[in-house]
């Protein structure tokens, strides 16, 4: 009977030890600080079909240099280079996805990533046969460079999508009520009355 209390209080000892123990750990922090907010840094809706909002976003790339690799009523995808200085290139790839809410309106999701390149130069060498000793590598003079990518990250800048989602907005087809009325017509003007007729002398 001792030993049996004993074990049953040893057990609930250990119970509360590792009750303690879970409270006090800490959580692994979300990897490169990614939490999947509530915040709409990377869509926006609007009030246009799928395929306008689509046309929309591609015209807004358009407009700021982008190259067009893909369009179509759902997606849009496109790119853009630069380079820094001589020896780095950067390319600015940016997707658009087109998701249909409702009949009248459409989900706009864009994601950016930013690739990063780097100038590499790479010598070649020829074996060469000595006598007894083997081949030995020696250098020659050619030589080549190519762009090797060194970095790639996601854009998570929040004017830069924010301002794309403005140039989207600007290219949305206007609504029937909100379509700029003509120019009114102008008004009809009354030529100037003829000078009076000149008297006849001695009169």
Partial sequence: MTRTRFAARALTIASLLAACGMRGAKQEPPPSGETFGADDTYSRTYEVSQAAACESARRALLGQGYVIAKTGADAVEANKNFQPDAETHTQLNVRVTCVPQDDSHAIVFVNAVQDRYALKTTSNSASVGVGMIGSV???????????????????????????????????????????????????????????????????
């Avoid at 190519?146 to 996601?154: E, F, P, Q, Y």
């Avoid at 830069?160 to 989602?165: G, I, L, N, S, V």
């Avoid at 003829?194 to 001695?202: E, F, I, L, R």
């Fill in 137 to 203: 590598s020696l250098p020659v003079g050619s030589s080549g460079a190519s762009l090797v990518r060194v970095a790639s990250n996601t854009v998570q800048n929040v004017d830069f999508y924010k301002r794309f989602f403005d140039r989207v907005k600007y290219y949305l087809p206007a609504a029937p009520g909100e379509q700029s009325a003509p120019p009114p017509a102008p008004e009809p003007t009354t030529p100037p009355d003829p000078p009076p007729a000149p008297k006849p002398a001695g009169g």
